[in-house]
């Protein structure tokens, strides 16, 4: 290679070390490649006493050059172009995410099948539940959302564990809900309760629905209460009560309502749930009192479900949701029809007259045995029919009147406190019911007035006769052993503020004194009653010991 030759190569080699990365600084780059030369050449000259060579500093140059080169180009590929690493970490993030989801889809489709099987359902009808069919797109969706559901894995790597819980959960027979009661504490809340009633009864309805339908072939053999049923009508019912769901007849026709509660086979940890969801899953079992119009159960049994209605109503007071709206009008509706009567039941005679039995009834609701809402309501009718044979009350009741005991109870004039007993706010509206009671009795004086009042009407009657100074009605209240002379006299029922059952009992109650009166009748008087026989047999209770 001759001297022209050098030159122009050595021309291009600078060119092509101009272009590189502004990070490498030329002139430093040539400093180092003349100290390593001068360093380099005065080794040579210790060692050879030889000339250099003309070539020696351009190669020295030259090799220098390279190794910047070379190291310029590793030093690019990696802070300019990361494609390579970057695609290898894509390729191991899609990696596992395609593991992840092979072995979801065996879980799920397990998971599935044992549903499928223990609920004996055939796949076409089975892939129909819509929240079946929710759970079987969720899956099908999963390969076309990979990207973005990688995104939010990175971010949140939790979120395909949750994914695939909530798939799975979708998936839990009636059953399978049911001992999910077990993970709860013992005893559990109104909130917990409402929110797993809401949760399961949403998923049982549909299911409890496909059994009904099959049950249509079968309506003659059952509705002839046969010994012997056939085959396959047999195993329809054991699939659906494995899933606590009861065979039933609602005076039309037979179904399968969810029954895990209230039914033969209900599991001990149901009484977790908070005792005023009750109404709930009631309804759930047992669906509308009215058929036609008519009452489906017998009187008695209706106003039973509708006490436990009636806690539900008091203690959901939200009522935004549609569990609570249908509830609601099934209280109303069935009350005005108990109340009313329809002609298949009607509550009086030929003559016009109200029978016996209808009286019966009206003193049973007045007394509290079928819970308090409607209490007041009964004792106003029952009154007015003593006084004229007639009753007002009655002939306007609607259903507005029905829901106002209600609302009447959420404002805390009736409370029911966590060991079952009862209190009674002495507002206007209890005084002047109480007042109502008094002047049937005493316009009447008919014992069977007072001889059917519970505890606390019998301390309330006392409280107001004994207020307005009519000592000879108060002393009926009271047993032989106490004198009403020796009882502190006080100037109406508006010195007391509430009346409480003590100690789990009916028969002992303790009246609350404003702090108004605490100087002339002391904080409390405390009332202790005994039952009695009546002479035809029937008890009554009667006040045995007054303190203060």
Not at 139 to 152: G, V, Y
């Amino acid at each position: 290679m001759d001297d022209k030759q050098f030159e122009k190569r050595m021309e291009l080699l600078k060119k092509s070390y101009d272009r590189m990365e502004p990070q490498l600084d030329p002139e430093a780059v040539f400093a180092q490649i003349e100290a390593e030369n001068a360093t380099q050449q005065a080794q040579e000259t210790l060692t050879t006493q030889k000339p250099p060579s003309r070539w020696q500093k351009p190669a020295v140059w030259i090799a220098s050059v390279a190794s910047v080169l070379l190291l310029s180009v590793l030093v690019s590929s990696y802070v300019i172009n990361p494609s390579t690493f970057v695609q290898t970490a894509e390729q191991e993030q899609n990696q596992e995410y395609d593991e992840w989801l092979s072995n979801f889809t065996k879980k799920y489709q397990e998971k599935r099948e044992h549903m499928r099987k223990e609920l004996d359902i055939p796949e076409k009808e089975f892939s129909e539940i819509s929240k079946v069919q929710m759970a079987d797109n969720e899956i099908n969706s999963l390969p076309k959302r990979k990207e973005m559901f990688q995104e939010i894995q990175n971010t949140n790597h939790d979120f395909l564990k949750s994914l695939e819980k909530d798939a799975l959960d979708n998936l839990q027979t009636p059953r399978e809900l049911i001992q999910l009661i077990e993970t709860y504490e013992d005893p559990m809340s109104f909130e917990e309760s409402y929110f797993f009633y809401s949760r399961y009864s949403h998923s049982v309805e549909e299911i409890a629905g496909y059994y009904s339908n099959k049950l249509a072939p079968y309506e003659k053999v059952l509705s002839q209460k046969s010994q012997s049923l056939p085959t396959d009508l047999n195993k329809l019912i054991a699939s659906a009560e494995k899933q606590y769901f009861e065979l039933q007849y609602n005076g039309q026709s037979f179904s399968f309502r969810p029954n895990p509660v209230f039914g033969k086979d209900a599991p001990d940890y149901i009484e977790r749930l908070h005792p005023r969801v009750l109404g709930y899953f009631k309804y759930l079992a047992t669906g509308s009192l009215l058929v036609g119009g008519d009452l489906l159960y017998s009187i008695e049994d209706s106003a039973t479900i509708l006490r436990l209605y009636e806690k539900t109503l008091v203690a959901d007071n939200l009522s935004e949701t549609n569990d609570f709206n249908v509830l609601k009008g099934e209280f109303e509706n069935t009350w005005l029809a108990i109340f009313k009567g329809n002609e298949t039941d009607p509550i009086r005679t030929k003559t016009g007259q109200y029978k016996p039995e209808y009286i019966d009834l009206l003193t049973i609701i007045a007394n509290g045995e079928y819970g308090e809402a409607m209490r007041e309501t009964a004792q106003l009718i029952l009154g007015e029919i003593k006084l004229t044979g007639q009753s007002k009350t009655l002939e306007q009741l609607t259903t507005y009147d029905i829901w106002m005991g209600i609302l009447h109870l959420r404002e805390d004039t009736f409370m029911q406190t966590e060991d079952g007993t009862t209190s009674i706010a002495i507002d206007d509206a209890w005084i002047e019911q109480t007042k109502s009671l008094y002047n049937a009795y005493v316009k009447t004086k008919d014992d069977t007035i007072i001889n059917t009042l519970d505890p606390i009407n019998i301390v309330s009657l006392f409280l107001y006769a004994n207020g307005i100074g009519d000592r000879e009605t108060a002393q009926r209240l009271l047993s032989d052993d106490v004198n009403i002379n020796t009882v502190v006299q006080f100037n109406g029922m508006e010195n007391f503020t509430a009346l409480h059952e003590m100690g789990s009992s009916q028969l002992n109650i303790r009246a609350t004194v404003k702090s108004a009166a605490h100087g002339v009748i002391g904080q409390q008087l405390s009332f202790e009653l005994t039952s009695v026989v009546t002479e035809n047999g029937a008890a009554r209770y009667l006040i045995n010991a007054i303190s203060e």
